[in-house]
Every structure is written in structure tokens, then in C-alpha cells.
């Protein structure tokens, strides 16, 4: 049995199935219907997902639950290899690349695990809406919105999605002048503060606050200008990036021992 879950038949087959799998689900984040399945899924933590939201729409929560039986059966399959294939190497005559193999392949299963973390661990929040000097929650932290800067022309905010992502081109939208203030609690303890900009999230305590868009509220000259923010907290981020950091060193390591073999 091990044998066969070790396999590199499985492992295609797996892989195979994995691609497969991957592309009916953009097909279907195209389908009108089924759309705000997914987004809800993208809104929150899977684990809160799936306890609450996710059977208002059956097809996307079976979708989700297909790449999670695919991706369960590669880790299985990863650990079988490194079993029965790798560690017996660690002792031949290459035995040097033969242990950096079996510590990718564990390093690789940690990877995997910090994905899971991800989804099931911590807080998550999507599109937490805010006008200067208001806060709002996102889970168990609380987002203040000290003061925003919009320097360009709050107009541009009122175009629908797509037509926007043709009006804001470079000689219109300066995403380094428009920023926002904020600060993040956990209860009464500050956890981030500082200035946020598009493309330049605030990270710190595991916590990173991106700032996703803003929007015009109100006509005329009442209108002002908000962020919209998401949030993510996870206690195990750090090791998540350091293993993958560590992941992508060690096959750099193995590549040059492979080359070093090579031209000897």
C-alpha cells in the first residue's frame, strides 16, 4: 500500500487532476451565479466559510472541498515518496544531495501546512470600509482610520470596476501620494500604526493591514473620500514565510550540488 501512495503514478494523476480542477474553478468565477460564492470565500477564513456561507452555494463549497481531497492526497503522497524513496539514498554514495532532498521535501510538507494555517487559522477580513476618523472591526481587531489623503480627483472613484481599471492609469490615479493614517487594536493594545498606501500594506505582531481601494460617499461637496481595507492575522506567518524562504534556499543549494556533480 505505501508502495503505491508513494508513487509517481499517483503523484500525475494527483497533479493532473490539480490543474483540472484549478481551471473549472476560474471557469466558474466567471459564472454570475456562482460568483458570490467564491468572493465569500476570498472574504473570510475558510474554516468560517465553510461553517456558515458556503452551502448557500453548493457548487463552489464541492469545488473547494475537491482541491482540498486533491491537495490532501499529494501531502500523503509527498510523505510516502520521502519514505520509501528519499531517506533510503540518504546513505549512498551521493548521500550529501540525497539528505538536502528529504529536508526539501520536509520543508515542503511544513509549506503546505502553513497554507492550511492560513486558511484555518487567525482572523480574516475583506473590504472593511472606512471614512476618516472612523473605525470599524475586522474580527477580533479594531482598524481607526486617523486621516486619508486623496490628491487626485475624487470623480475617478465614481466609474464602475471595469471602466475604472481604464481610467485610472498612471497620468490620473499617483498611488504614492494618496495615502490614509491608521491604526490597529487588539482590545487596548496598539498593534500597528502608521501610513498606508496602495500596494504597501502595514505588517507587524503577525498582522499585515492592506489598503485594497477607495471610494466617494455622499454628492457634491459633502462627498468624501474612504478607504476600503482588508486585514489578516495569523500566529504562525512568520514561520509560514521563513519555511518558504528556507524552501526556495534549499533547491538553490540542490541545483548547485546537482551542477557541482556534474562537472566533476
Not at 474554516?47 to 486533491?70: E, Q, Y
Not at 480574516?124 to 486623496?150: C, D, H, M, T, W
Not at 454628492?219 to 482588508?230: C, H, I, L, N, Y
Amino acid at each position: 500500500m505505501i508502495n503505491r501512495l508513494s508513487s509517481l503514478t499517483l503523484s500525475f494523476w494527483a497533479l493532473t487532476f490539480l490543474a483540472v480542477w484549478f481551471g473549472l474553478g476560474a471557469i466558474t468565477s466567471y459564472i454570475p451565479a456562482l460568483r458570490p460564492g467564491l468572493d465569500a470565500m476570498n472574504g473570510e477564513l475558510v474554516r468560517d466559510w465553510i461553517m456558515n456561507s458556503a452551502w448557500k452555494t453548493p457548487v463552489a463549497a464541492t469545488w473547494f472541498l475537491g482541491l482540498c481531497a486533491a491537495a490532501g492526497i499529494m501531502v500523503v503522497n509527498l510523505i510516502c515518496c520521502t519514505w520509501t524513496r528519499l531517506i533510503p539514498r540518504m546513505t549512498g554514495t551521493r548521500r550529501g544531495s540525497g539528505r538536502l532532498l528529504v529536508l526539501i521535501h520536509l520543508i515542503m510538507v511544513l509549506v503546505l501546512l502553513g497554507h492550511l494555517s492560513q486558511m484555518a487559522f487567525g482572523t480574516k477580513a475583506e473590504n472593511v470600509r472606512l471614512l476618516p476618523g472612523s473605525n470599524g472591526q475586522a474580527g477580533e481587531y479594531r482598524i481607526e482610520l486617523r486621516g486619508l489623503e486623496f490628491k487626485d480627483d475624487p470623480a475617478l472613484l465614481n466609474y464602475p470596476y471595469r471602466p475604472s481599471r481604464r481610467i485610472l492609469t498612471r497620468d490620473t490615479f499617483h498611488p504614492k501620494e494618496d495615502h490614509a493614517e491608521v491604526s490597529v487594536f487588539l482590545g487596548e493594545e496598539q498593534v500597528l500604526a502608521g501610513t498606508i498606501r496602495m500596494l504597501e500594506p502595514l505588517v507587524g505582531q503577525n498582522v499585515r493591514l492592506t489598503l485594497t481601494d477607495f471610494y466617494r460617499e455622499g454628492e457634491g461637496p459633502d462627498a468624501r473620500v474612504g478607504g476600503a481595507f482588508s486585514l489578516a492575522a495569523n500566529p504562525v506567518t512568520t514561520l509560514f514565510l521563513v519555511s518558504y524562504a528556507v524552501w526556495i534556499g534549499l533547491y538553490i543549494l540542490l541545483a548547485a550540488f546537482r551542477l557541482k556533480n556534474r562537472n566533476g
